[in-house]
């Protein structure tokens, strides 16, 4: 099989939160002086132009600024960074521009000045809204802050608008996690992320769990619940956490989904690049942004690329792919790997035998109900 080169992305990583909230494993940290600010942009500005010859001649169809808080960074940085990525690439016409933002005034800038920037997609990291849950998950806004903010978003011209929104909170009950749903959806927001908290290694919650989790049975019946009403408002349910108005999915994580390339410019941000050959690459940044800065300012640009093995291409497809409701075709498999789809026909088959998997007559796979309640277990199907 011939493997063809996938459409390409730009990740940018902004590493700094007012403070790290006791459940996120992201790379982020605490932010210090100003001036470290001021320094990381121009390491930033530097990688980009360096990531060049890694995009060739192909066209950027999405950037996502994340971390970390981006909207901690002002509108101005913001403006300088996406004019350096503008000057340095060349960007599709309709190309997407997602900047996450939290609620709070203190943690982000003028929101309209944003728009101007060019972000032309903004995700909300509300969480909840109710206050004693966002208390317990560490969180520095209350629920009007979030009202406040999706409105100024509006008239800030955006129109395509994703909120963040957890449940199995610590002390949550089913009711709860539904009046959050009703909330969120008064609002009226295109597109909605709505994850399970779950206790990753590293992180605060990890080391100390909250005593008053809820169990797997109510957290399930919270999630059937919520998705309930989620689709009766319109919304589809594209992906595993990802609910979107129609024309609103996010092309950006659909990218990655779909075994697409991506650049990654920032502390700790991970790239994957398709060579003209047919081979894949991946490759990470320095996680701490001080070993990030000292690396970008002595030279050292190289973006420190690793082979991906041919043993590990077809389960690294599946661990993403799988996460999409829709599944993905025989022929997709083929042009984003380079290999066939009976080089998996094994697990493939043990899935199907147990209910986990599907296929329609057209070649396409699709996970079903019980696959997408217990996905970890589906994906470790296809570990190599």
Known sequence: MTLQQPPLSLYLHLPWCVRKCPYCDFNSHKAGPESQRARYVAALLTELQSAAALAADRDIVSIFLGGGTPSLFTPAEIAKILQQANDTFTLADD???????????????????????????????????????????????????????????????????????????????????????????QLSPQHISYYQLTLEPNTIFHARPPANMPD??????????????????????????????????????????????????????????????????????????????????????????????????????????????AGFSETAFASRTGMSIGDINGPIESARADGMIERSGDGIWQPTTTGFRFLNELQARFLP
């Open 95 to 185: 190309c997407e521009i997602t900047m996450e933002a939290n609620p709070g005034t203190i943690e982000r800038g003028n929101l309209a000045a944003y728009r101007r920037a060019g972000v032309n997609r903004l995700s909300l990291g509300a969480q909840s809204f109710n206050a004693e849950m966002l208390q317990a998950l560490g969180r520095i806004h209350g629920p009007e802050e979030i009202e406040t903010a999706y409105d100024e978003a509006v008239m800030a011209g955006f129109n395509s608008i994703n909120i963040d929104l957890m449940f199995a909170l610590p002390g949550q009950d089913e009711d709860q996690a539904v009046a959050d749903v009703e909330r969120v959806l």
């Open 216 to 325: 797997d049975d109510t957290s399930w019946e919270m999630q059937t619940s919520c998705h309930d009403l989620l689709g009766q408002a319109g919304f589809e349910q594209y992906e595993i956490s990802a609910f979107a108005k129609p024309g609103h999915r996010c092309r950006h994580n659909l990218n990655y989904w779909s075994f697409g390339d991506y650049l990654a410019v920032g502390a700790g941000a991970h790239g994957k690049h398709t060579d003209d050959e047919g081979s894949i690459w991946r490759y990470q940044r320095p996680a701490n942004p001080m070993a990030y800065m000292e690396k970008i300012e002595s030279g050292a640009t190289d973006a420190g690329l690793k082979k991906l093995e041919s043993a590990d291409v077809g389960f690294e497809y599946m661990l993403n792919a799988l996460r999409m409701s």
